[in-house]
């Protein structure tokens, strides 16, 4: 299944082709990563699939791009391993004096009627990046592959947020589950989005077992990103 529909978009800015050379598959992962980038302390933490469903690539081709931006010093690769598991995020490196002061011309050039239009952007990013961030973490304590773009899985993690409930509190209700039901066979199969983050969400976070601290030393989650 495709993580693209048809209310996604990428914004392009004509420097990126002109003045950086980008252009292919290239271009389309460096903006994808410059957009998660705009917003202070973020930064691209999907997965490849992602990026290759965009590019309508395969995964080792997004590998190779990426190797690519960060070796003409374009991005910036930060690793973090969790139970042996690694986790790569990546953030666009601000240029050095005099192609920042370029950029930031072309923004006042091209911003204007679009400048809501790209704020727009780096919000839903930011959003979709919630619903990533957590059901790779479901996937990687239960061993599913439970897919983030579920609309069903959506509704339910906006609704615990509208509730007041944050980003970490999902983490710690996946880890007290994970407890203990991850080797019991009966229960096992309820570790899914619509047992954990339905009604008995509340509970779940409750029970009297806190979530690992160092899934988020320092404030930051497995990918990075900061937890409040």
Not at 4 to 33: F, T
Not at 46 to 65: H, I, P
Not at 152 to 180: P, S
Request: net charge positive; with cysteine.
């Amino acid at each position: 299944m495709n993580n693209v529909n048809e209310r996604n978009y990428i914004v392009i800015q004509g420097w990126m082709i002109k003045e950086l050379g980008l252009k292919g598959n290239e271009l389309l992962i460096y903006a994808i990563i410059y957009g998660f980038s705009q917003a202070e302390g973020t930064k691209f933490s999907g997965s490849l699939q992602y990026l290759a469903d965009w590019c309508n690539a395969s995964k080792k081709t997004v590998q190779t791009a990426l190797k690519n931006l960060i070796e003409k010093n374009y991005i910036e690769k930060e690793e973090k391993f969790i139970n042996g598991v690694k986790f790569c995020c990546y953030l666009w490196k601000k240029f050095p004096q005099g192609m920042e002061d370029f950029t930031m011309g072309y923004g006042k050039n091209y911003h204007g009627g679009m400048e809501d239009f790209t704020t727009n952007n780096i919000n839903n990013n930011i959003n979709i990046n919630i619903y990533i961030n957590i059901l790779s973490f479901l996937n990687e304590k239960t061993g599913k592959n439970f897919k983030h773009n579920s609309q069903k899985t959506r509704k339910l993690i906006n609704a615990r947020l509208r509730e007041g409930y944050t980003e970490k509190d999902f983490y710690a209700v996946i880890e007290n589950k994970c407890k203990d039901w991850l080797k019991d066979e009966k229960m096992n199969k309820y570790l899914c989005p619509d047992t954990l983050f339905g009604t008995k969400f509340e509970k779940y976070l409750n029970q009297g077992v806190n979530v690992n601290e160092k899934h988020f030393a320092n404030g930051k989650d497995q990918f990075g990103n900061t937890v409040l």
